[in-house]
């Protein structure tokens, strides 16, 4: 059955996207195609892509946008029923595909994802608690931290194209504001089964360098908040979440010695529950 386009973004990982290239063309459930999006790499990415001619499509950034970015022009570009995302420093076990695809088929999913393994130092070791993935209704916690990879994911096109892309103006943690808006709307059904790897050694963002990540979710979580619907009591704890988020960052910031920072969003704390009506 070809109906999962699978997109790849990739940036200066030529050691790693051919095996995460080779891994989706491993799959015993062969996906409609294989779109790989080159975001500005200097390296020797295009030797690695030459390899796989007639197997992927490759579209090329002239410069570096960043993973979403990528990611949407690997969306725009696709033609499949489903959507996979596959970061160039994981990889996939061979049923990864077929596994979640007859759960998704049987049970007319929008969206699922699985567990993943990890690799540290060239062992594999499993994610503690608080990293594994969650199924169901599961907005709430997601407001604290992401509980979804891209590359643990399949979702349904029309899904996308209802809730919308990924953002670009987000330089760090860009996928954590887009999950919020998924899981707002619908429920994460969930493969219970480690089926993706990620290499934790080597892990470097497709972006801009990390720069403060909690500060990203901050950024993330007004944005949401400005543009979502949600019912009251789903907006409430969304913004208590973001006056606890900001209190902490204050305090931070505070003890790192910029006081500007610290009173900025302290002051934003302050102001969202007095808002709510309650105390700080």
């Not at 990864?96 to 699922?112: D, G």
């Not at 429920?187 to 290499?199: A, F, G, K, S």
Request: charged content about 25%; aromatic content about 12%.
């Amino acid at each position: 059955m070809d109906m999962v386009s699978v997109i790849i973004p990739s940036y200066n990982r030529d050691i790693f996207v051919a095996r995460a290239i080779y891994s989706v063309l491993l799959q015993d459930f062969e996906p409609l195609e294989i779109i790989v999006v080159d975001d500005g790499s200097t390296d020797y990415s295009h030797h690695v892509y030459k390899m796989f001619e007639g197997s992927i499509k490759v579209f090329y950034h002239e410069i570096n946008q960043g993973a979403s970015a990528a990611r949407n022009t690997g969306i725009k570009n696709s033609k499949g029923e489903y959507i996979g995302f596959l970061d160039c420093d994981d990889y996939w076990l061979p049923n990864k595909l077929s596994l979640q695809m007859e759960y998704m088929l049987k049970h007319n999913s929008f969206v699922s994802q699985t567990q993943e393994y990890w690799i540290r130092h060239g062992k594999f070791v499993n994610p503690n608690k608080k990293n594994k993935k969650m199924g169901g209704n599961i907005f709430e916690i997601s407001l604290k931290r992401s509980y979804i990879s891209p590359s643990c994911v399949v979702i349904k096109r029309d899904v996308l194209e209802k809730i919308g892309y990924f953002r670009t103006d987000l330089k760090v943690a860009e996928d954590y504001e887009l999950w919020l808006r998924l899981t707002s709307c619908y429920p994460i059904e969930l493969i219970d089964r480690p089926l993706v790897v990620r290499e934790m050694s080597h892990r470097m963002h497709l972006s801009s360098p990390q720069e403060g990540i909690e500060f990203w979710r901050i950024m993330g979580l007004v944005l949401f908040l400005r543009d979502s619907h949600l019912p009251q009591s789903l907006h409430t704890k969304a913004l208590r979440e973001l006056a606890f988020k900001c209190r902490v960052y204050g305090l931070g910031a505070g003890k790192r010695g910029k006081g500007i920072t610290a009173r900025l969003f302290l002051a934003m704390a302050e102001r969202i529950k007095g808002h709510l009506g309650e105390d700080i």
